[in-house]
């Protein structure tokens, strides 16, 4: 397919421009920017929304963006280029490299190849500290899971590692490598690899939900989210749009074989095709188009979209939220940068959206924008009356205005998250998601079935049961219930938090794993009890404390 011209480029992102606005009223975001670029660089870029919504300042497609996990392709360059150079080999385990570490054997024993594609059975990471190697050390007694065979686990802590070795390898810091090997020679002058204090006037002001307590509603408050400095290898890059767009110029160069570039033809060979079994999850709801295959490669999802090749990456900080999207069928890729807290999906719808109509552009059809509004209507399969554990009864109704909750007499709205979870601004439900199960809904502790449906048991709370929380803003609090006779952690949001319930199985006494496929490599591990409570925990080595709210 030839690749597409710039004006049905621009006539595509036009299109999508609505929804940049629209995304301010149905996520929790002030602003951002919409890009579009080939292989000469940037095509247009469409600011939309508030830079400061308090002081109405308008968004600019100047500022700087948080790029997050984006970042990681940088990463895999840097290593890349070691690899190339012969100073690093991708079957070369890491333990060895950096003894300082101390790492345990399942981690010592990860080889290069498998950090770079999330293979290596390590868990996402704590974040509880601000230095990589620091946060290694503290890490060091984490026991991977098994390898054989492969699956793909994203891993923030296998990245640092990677890391550290770049920098035993070479004696530099990897923001210096990155900034001399990489954004100098793409062309991403205004981009900086590593985020500090003197950067801040420079970025766009992130936000976040103003109540990180309980899970964000249509209409509750945003507020400027915490900023701190950072220059991990998993997260440590801030470009502008125009910065984007020459990365994803050198992307469509080096996929079409055009040497003499930044990023060689053998590099993105190399990136896009040692790919592990699956990659991350991918948001495709109606106005997108489905990814037929999406597998992780070397710092890159590659993707098959409407038979076209693609490499994607979304990228979530604490009050920001990018994605990445590059069609190199097409020769065209778009990026979506906002402020939004990194566990919001806007980024990646918007992306997907303006890439749909690039498509759209490409193939001479047309193709409807996806539907921001979230409220469910008529024909809801969820509607009915359901009864709580006490006997109460919570009506669903959805209407042509979208679906109503009457619950102990008070009503309130209901709506979709993008996950396939629910919220409502309820007062008496505002703490959990609400959660659809075969009999009825869930509301953290709570149950609500169907009248004359078996009731679940019940049973004496757990220690463990409660509110806790940690200082790190990426992944504050959450609240473990008792439900039925199991345990579930319910976090309300946060970037590195799970967006489901997920359920606690206690592997050893008050060691918990956090999931229940028998392989995952999180851990809850309980701390003492006082006067029948848990008092703190610690999740994967960060420490959390029980607070004193429900």
């Not at 193709?367 to 008529?378: E, F, K």
């Not at 109460?392 to 993008?418: H, I, K, M, S, W």
Request: hydrophobic fraction near 45%; charge should be negative.
């Amino acid at each position: 397919m030839s690749p597409l011209a710039r004006g049905a480029a621009r006539a595509a992102l036009a299109r999508v421009a609505p929804l940049g606005e629209a995304s301010t009223r149905h996520f929790p975001l002030a602003g951002g920017v919409l890009a579009v670029a080939d292989r000469d660089g940037l095509v247009e870029a469409l600011p939309f929304g508030h830079d400061d919504p308090a002081r109405a300042v308008a968004m600019s497609a100047a500022r700087l963006f948080e790029i997050g996990s984006i970042s990681k392709l940088f990463t895999s360059l840097v290593v890349d280029r070691l690899v190339e150079s012969g100073e690093l080999a991708h079957e070369d385990a890491v333990g060895d490299l950096l003894p300082w570490a101390g790492l345990s054997p399942s981690m010592a024993r990860a080889r290069v190849v498998e950090l770079l594609t999330h293979t290596a059975g390590l868990p996402l990471g704590s974040d509880g500290l601000a230095d990589d190697a620091g946060e290694l050390w503290a890490s060091r007694e984490t026991v991977a899971a098994d390898v054989d065979p492969p699956r793909f686990h994203y891993s923030n802590l296998g990245y640092l590692v990677l890391g550290e070795v770049a920098r035993a390898l070479t004696g530099r810091r990897l923001p210096e490598l990155v900034a001399d090997w990489l954004l100098g020679p793409l062309g991403m002058g205004g981009a900086v690899a590593e985020i500090a204090w003197a950067d801040r006037s420079a970025l766009a002001t992130g936000h976040w939900p103003a109540r990180p307590d309980r899970p964000w509603v249509p209409g509750d408050a945003i507020a400027p989210a915490t900023y701190f400095e950072t220059d991990s290898a998993a997260g440590n890059v801030a470009a502008s749009a125009a910065d984007m767009a020459a990365l994803v110029a050198a992307l469509v160069r080096a996929a079409a074989g055009e040497t003499g570039g930044a990023i060689s033809p053998s590099t993105f060979a190399r990136v896009t095709t040692t790919l592990a079994p699956t990659g991350e999850a991918t948001h495709t709801p109606a106005g997108t188009l489905p990814v037929e295959e999406s597998r992780y490669g070397l710092g890159l999802n590659v993707e098959r979209v409407a038979g076209h090749l693609c490499v994607t990456h979304g990228g979530g900080m604490v009050g920001h939220s990018t994605f990445l999207l590059v069609d190199c069928t097409l020769g065209v890729g778009v990026v979506a940068l906002t402020t939004a807290n990194g566990d919001t999906l806007a980024s990646h719808l918007l992306a997907r959206a303006a890439h749909a109509q690039l498509v759209a552009e490409a193939t001479g059809t047309a193709i409807a924008l996806p539907d921001l509004d979230p409220a469910p209507r008529g024909g809801f399969a969820g509607a009915g009356a359901f009864l709580d554990d006490a006997g109460e009864t919570l009506d669903l109704v959805a209407g042509p205005e979208g679906a109503r909750v009457a619950y102990r007499g008070r009503e309130g709205a209901l709506f979709a998250t993008p996950t396939g979870r629910f919220v409502t601004d309820h007062p008496d439900l505002r703490a959990f998601h609400l959660d659809r199960g075969d009999d009825g809904w869930t509301h953290g502790p709570s149950t609500f079935t169907r009248p004359g449906a078996p009731r679940p048991a019940t049973g004496t709370t757990p220690a463990l049961v409660g509110h806790y929380r940690s200082y790190s803003p990426w992944y504050p609090e959450f609240r473990v219930v008792a439900r039925a006779g199991r345990l579930f952690l319910n976090a309300p949001g946060g970037v590195e938090a799970p967006d489901e319930e997920l359920p606690l199985v206690e592997v050893a006494p008050g060691t918990y794993r956090v999931g229940e496929d028998p392989w995952l490599p999180e851990r809850l591990v309980a701390g003492p009890v006082r006067g029948g409570e848990v008092v703190a925990l610690v999740r994967d080595g960060l420490r959390y404390s029980r607070v004193f709210s429900a």
